[in-house]
């Protein structure tokens, strides 16, 4: 009877063992059936969801494209066109400038552009000139442009080598002395190149001991050629 229950005892356990076994052997071969699905699942949302690079950075597309030909021509057009102060960012220096002003042969102002500024006095006829060179920010510039730069001139004639301007004043040239009235004295007054009326040197003898027609023609201002007849004409107030 003992060994009765042994033996049962045994079959259990060994039942017991079977169905471990069993479910063991089951959970496995399903984690191994399931392992693949995840993967592929796992794969697929991965390129679904997935960063995508854009075509446009694939294929990037110029929106802006530049022109060979401006590059070329456009430094030196600025020059052609107008004024050098346009090159500043164009990292091109004075020299570099000159070179393709020299290979274009253009008419335009240049360092070594000699200018010209003729002034003719209608009150006397006499003329005078002056000579001067381009200020830095009108190298470069053309006709048009430089023309600009002095709206009280007229342009007479232009070239690479000399600029020539020319104006008409209603005055005497410096050259021509004003006896006056200053501060109730007799003065001597002289035009500048600008035809602006200076005051030279103010006398001692008063007005009011002339005649009513000499203080007439000193307002009018009294128009000496030349110091000899300058002085002349002031002692004759003074006898």
């Known amino acids: 009877m003992f060994e009765d229950?042994?033996?049962?005892?045994?079959?259990?356990?060994?039942?017991?063992?079977?169905?471990?076994f069993i479910c063991v052997s089951f959970a496995i071969g399903y984690y191994m059936n399931l392992e693949p699905e995840?993967?592929?699942?796992?794969?697929?949302?991965?390129?679904?969801?997935?960063?995508?690079?854009?075509?446009?950075?694939?294929?990037?597309?110029?929106?802006?494209?530049?022109?060979?030909?401006?590059?070329?021509?456009?430094?030196?057009?600025?020059?052609?066109?107008?004024?050098?102060?346009?090159l500043a960012g164009d990292d091109m220096s004075e020299e570099n400038i000159g070179e393709i002003m020299n290979i274009l042969d253009a008419n335009v102002v240049?360092?070594?552009t000699e200018l010209r500024f003729r002034t003719t006095y209608t009150k006397c006829g006499h003329s005078m000139?002056?000579?001067?060179?381009?200020?830095?920010?009108?190298?470069?510039?053309?006709?048009?442009?430089?023309?600009?730069?002095?709206?009280?001139?007229?342009?007479?004639?232009?070239?690479?080598e000399a600029a020539i301007f020319k104006r008409s004043l209603n005055t005497y040239c410096p050259h021509h002395y004003i006896i006056g009235i200053y501060g109730g004295n007799i003065?001597?007054?002289?035009?500048?190149?600008?035809?602006?009326?200076?005051l030279k040197e103010e006398t001692d003898i008063s007005i009011s001991s002339l005649p009513p027609e000499d203080q007439a023609l000193l307002q009018q201002g009294?128009?000496?050629?030349?110091?000899?007849?300058?002085y002349m004409k002031i002692e004759g107030f003074s006898d």
């Open 5 to 20: 229950r042994k033996r049962k005892k045994t079959k259990r356990i060994l039942f017991f063992m079977f169905l471990v």
């Open 38 to 86: 995840k993967n592929a699942g796992t794969q697929d949302a991965s390129e679904g969801s997935g960063y995508k690079v854009p075509d446009s950075l694939i294929n990037p597309v110029n929106t802006n494209p530049i022109d060979s030909d401006t590059i070329n021509i456009n430094p030196i057009s600025k020059i052609i066109q107008g004024n050098i102060g346009d």
């Open 110 to 112: 240049g360092a070594n």
């Open 129 to 160: 000139e002056r000579k001067g060179i381009p200020r830095a920010n009108e190298i470069g510039m053309n006709e048009i442009a430089f023309a600009a730069c002095y709206t009280e001139w007229l342009l007479e004639s232009f070239s690479k």
């Open 187 to 198: 003065a001597i007054f002289v035009y500048n190149q600008d035809g602006e009326k200076i």
């Open 222 to 230: 009294i128009v000496a050629g030349s110091e000899e007849e300058l």
